[in-house]
T-cell receptor, first 113, second 112 residues
Framework: DVKVTQSSRYLVKRTGEKVFLECVQD?????MFWYRQDPGLGLRLIYF???????EKGDIPEGYSVSREKKERFSLILESASTNQTSMYLC????????????FGPGTRLTVT | DAKTTQPPSMDCAEGRAANLPCNHS???????VYWYRQIHSQGPQYIIH???NNETNEMASLIITEDRKSSTLILPHATLRDTAVYYC?????????????FGGGTRLMVKP
């Protein structure tokens, strides 16, 4: 089975802190994604990567950056956390740009106080 | 991506078939219908997808109308573990970024 793991299930950070969310997949997938999920807004794409060291902005990249130094790992960075970044963050991966399925991790619920 | 409309919630008795409808009247010719679900406190899980033919896999069946303006996801024998929010999405097979956009979905409650 494809496994996508995220470094934390729950995280509490203070305003202004730098936050790292880590995601690892074990199936040699090319594509990796970071989404945030908020009530009433559904799932929104922050960034995605289709190869090592490659990244593309999604719908809401402001306030975030990403890093993909290795194929299996995709990190989301909040340079200076703000309260409006309190959300559920979901990482996903897919085999290729043409793949039908995305495999999701369990999510990280981040609270910024 | 085409917009979809789903009922906000549905109930189903355990062991019975759950039929979840989705309207996608503005779907275009190159867009597929995808279904995902999200069980509470978990990430979304892919269920099934289709273009115009009906599809079946170990989890569910997908029935797409001939005009492709609507579809129905069928869970043939719902169990309590099928309680989740079910999302219907339409998008091109190889759209830029291969991203998913979830709307509100249908909250399915399977009851004993």
């Amino acid at each position: 089975d494809v496994k996508v793991t995220q470094s934390s299930r729950y995280l509490v950070k203070r305003t202004g802190e730098k936050v790292f969310l880590e995601c690892v997949q074990d199936m040699d997938h090319e594509n990796m994604f970071w989404y945030r999920q908020d009530p009433g807004l559904g799932l929104r794409l922050i960034y995605f990567s289709y190869d090592v060291k490659m990244k593309e902005k999604g719908d809401i990249p402001e306030g975030y950056s990403v890093s993909r130094e290795k194929k299996e790992r995709f990190s989301l960075i909040l340079e200076s956390a703000s309260t409006n970044q309190t959300s559920m963050y979901l990482c996903a991966s897919s085999l290729s740009p043409a793949a039908y399925e995305q495999y999701f991790g369990p999510g990280t619920r981040l609270t910024v106080t | 991506d085409a917009k979809t409309t789903q009922p906000p919630s549905m109930d189903c008795a355990e062991g019975r078939a759950a039929n979840l409808p989705c309207n996608h009247s503005t779907i275009s010719g190159n867009e597929y219908v995808y279904w995902y679900r999200q069980i509470h406190s978990q990430g979304p899980q892919y269920i099934i997808h289709g273009l115009k033919n009906n599809e079946t896999n170990e989890m569910a069946s997908l029935i797409i109308t001939e005009d492709r303006k609507s579809s129905t996801l069928i869970l043939p024998h719902a169990t309590l573990r099928d309680t989740a929010v079910y999302y219907c999405i339409v998008r091109p097979h190889n759209n830029a970024g291969n991203m998913l956009t979830f709307g509100g979905g249908t909250r399915l409650m399977v009851k004993p």
